[in-house]
């Protein structure tokens, strides 16, 4: 379980993250600043459960 600030290889810290969507281990982030983000994870089953740590929301695929 990974609870640090920063997770590996991405930039931002939880903190500044909004909401996220995840397409087949490719992440695409709105960060509180309103500007949108693209990461590809080595390991997205763990940049997930990150995410989910701390509370960054997923939106939902299917409104």
Request: proline share 5%; glycine share 4%.
């Given at each position: ?52 740590i ?10």
């Open positions: 379980m990974n609870i640090a600030a920063l997770f590996p290889e991405f930039e931002y810290g939880h903190a500044q993250l909004n909401k996220f969507v995840e397409s087949s281990g490719f992440f695409t982030i709105l960060l509180k600043s309103g500007e949108i983000i693209h990461f590809s994870p080595e390991r997205p089953e763990e940049f997930r459960e990150w995410l989910h701390h509370k960054v929301a997923a939106i939902s695929a299917s409104n």
